[in-house]
């Protein structure tokens, strides 16, 4: 089948419909009757993803379920606003490197789900979590590529994805392949959605615009990508401590980063300088684009991370 299982879309012809972004269900599903729970995959920021036996079509899909209270309570603030759900933005998505969504809609306890393809590889918060350098060796940069590949199209699709970190991306089980998945705190990227008040995202990412309650923009996904990377690359944060609360993201403005150089002195400078200029606390000094990241990339091919 190769390295991504191609899977068949999770519901009948007859019982879904086409629409723009994607297929989403006309009725309401029976998670337990049409699922096989294989085993819990990761849990989220508001939801938990499982790999599921889908018994319509005898497939394994990756099958996330949203947290209703959670859910409700992070859609409650953007009522009025004509928001799209995290469905029509996952399934929105065509690239190589983001999991591609096949089927989303509820449950008949009114809860969100989506069904996507189904990876059989390790989190990237877990190799991190192991220390795996056997693993990782020299593929480090090349995920990096993959990487910011994924979150300058989440941009260039008009989105702030508001949630990238290691727990977020899934490795192919050879670790060279890489994909950005759990659009669930995603938002459009246009002014009613960047005003100050929206502190969601995981703490140890967290942008300091976020927890101080400013106004945001796409560069708050850029801070927390240069967090994720500084991570892979040497298993530490930026910034020591064993807070991981909300707190923690007070510490981005308060103290300097640590060099990356001096963890890991073998780097390529033009990298490791990137991602310096990723996690700075003002928007204004970081890497303004991932467009202008990936092009930067581009010109260390054979450099080794």
Known sequence: MGLLDKLGLGGKRGDSKKSASGLK???????????????????????KFY?????????????????????SFFESR????????????????DHPN??????????????????????????LNTLIQNEDTERL??????????????LQYVHQQGYIHRDICPRNFICSTDIKHIKLIDFGLTVPAT?????????????????????????TDQR?????????????????????GGETSGLAALNHDTSNP???????????????????QCVQPNPDDRVPTMEQFVKTLRSIDSETA
């Not at 269900?25 to 849990?43: G, H, Y």
């Not at 969504?101 to 393809?117: A, D, F, W």
């Not at 708050?220 to 020591?240: H, K, R």
Request: proline share 7%; net charge positive; glycine share 8%.
């Open 220 to 240: 708050l996904d850029i801070f927390a990508f240069g967090v994720s990377c500084y991570q892979l690359l040497t298993f530490e944060f930026p910034w020591p």
């Open 78 to 93: 953007f009522k009025g606003m004509d928001k799209p759900s995290e469905g029509e933005i996952a399934a929105s998505m």
């Open 137 to 150: 060796g020299d593929r480090r940069l090349p995920l990096i590529k993959q990487m910011a590949d994924a």
């Open 191 to 215: 002014e009613p959605f960047m005003r100050p008040g929206n502190r969601t995202g995981t703490p140890l990412y967290m942008a300091p615009e976020i927890v101080r309650r400013r106004a």
């Open 98 to 123: 983001i999991i591609k969504t096949l089927e989303y809609g509820q449950t008949v306890n009114k809860e969100p789900y989506l069904i996507m393809e189904f990876i059989e590889g390790p989190g």
């Open 258 to 276: 640590r060099n990356i150089l001096d963890k890991r002195p073998d780097l390529n400078p033009t990298l490791a300088g990137m991602i310096m």
């Open 25 to 47: 269900s006309t009725r309401k599903i029976d998670i337990e009757v049409r699922f096989e729970r294989l085993r819990t995959a990761v849990s989220g920021t508001m939801s």
């Open 51 to 71: 790999a599921a036996r889908d018994r319509e079509n005898d497939r394994v899909v990756g099958l996330k379920l949203c947290d209703l209270e959670k859910f």
